[in-house]
């Protein structure tokens, strides 16, 4: 009784803060929102997207999220250099052990179901990002707990028994790195400057939305994205006395 009491306050005081605190909306949008909002999909310097924060990170402030990019990478990179092997502790890393601890039979089969619908939606929040809310971040983001479930209800060895290992992921980031970099180039061959999207992509293909370059943005930073955090995600899962065994640390 006493929790469900300490619960009930806790919910009030919340809401009063959050009434007390609250953002006022402004009575006027600024001249460069509504530019944003009058050019996104209709208008003289239109991103023909009818989502408007897509149309702002990779069209017209497109040279800010490369770089916003590159620091994320940047990042990720640093962490695979400090679990740096050499090609023999590697090959020690992907020996699986003789008992591998798994998760009951039910929540592994509950994991490949969530699997499935993660992959799915994932992939659907990266390729309608120029229509709706969501992108290739976002996208990547979602696709990048797949792997993760599969390491907990299984272990990493599962997905590297099925062809998924770090060596591959860094490939699958690079190749999402390098189309991101292709596209934002292939305008300078038609006479554009970098990252142009309009008109040297074409807004629609078969009668679909596609926004020009924006789903290619998306596409190629959800793989980039989701392919990195799992490199990631792989090396963290080494269990620690298999890592300390390797790298020679006594305990």
């Known amino acids: 009784m006493k ?27 600024k001249p460069l929102g509504e530019f944003y909002l ?33 620091v994320f990478f ?44 993660i992959l799915a939606v994932s992939a659907s929040i990266a390729l309608h990002g120029h229509l709706t809310p969501g992108g290739g971040f976002q996208g990547g983001s979602a696709l990048a707990v797949a792997p993760l479930l599969i390491i907990a209800a299984y272990s990493k060895y599962a ?15 690079s190749i999402g790195l390098l189309g991101i970099a292709l596209v934002a180039l292939v305008p300078l061959l038609s006479g554009g400057f970098i990252m142009q999207n309009q008109p040297i992509f074409p807004a629609e293909i078969g009668g679909q939305l596609i926004s020009g370059s924006l789903i290619y943005y998306n596409l190629f930073e959800f793989l980039a994205v989701g392919a990195g955090f799992t490199a990631v995600f792989l090396l963290l899962s080494i269990p620690e006395e298999k890592f300390k065994k390797i790298l020679g640390v006594k305990k």
């Not at 997905?159 to 060596?167: N, P, R």
């Open 3 to 29: 929790r469900w009491i300490a619960l009930i306050f806790l919910l009030i005081a919340v809401i009063m803060l959050a009434y007390i605190f609250q953002v006022p909306q402004p009575e006027n949008i």
């Open 38 to 70: 009058e050019n996104s999909y209709f208008g003289d310097y239109s991103a023909k997207s009818p989502e408007v924060v897509t149309s702002i990170l990779w069209d017209y402030r497109g040279i800010d999220t490369l770089f916003e990019t590159a």
């Open 74 to 117: 940047l990042a990720i990179i640093g962490s695979l250099t400090i679990f740096r092997l050499t090609k023999e502790q590697e090959k020690e890393v992907k020996k699986e052990p003789t008992q591998v601890e798994s998760l009951p039979l039910p929540i592994r089969t509950v994991t490949k179901v969530i699997v499935v619908m």
């Open 159 to 173: 997905l590297e028994e099925h062809g998924l290992d770090k060596t591959r992921a860094l490939i699958l980031r």
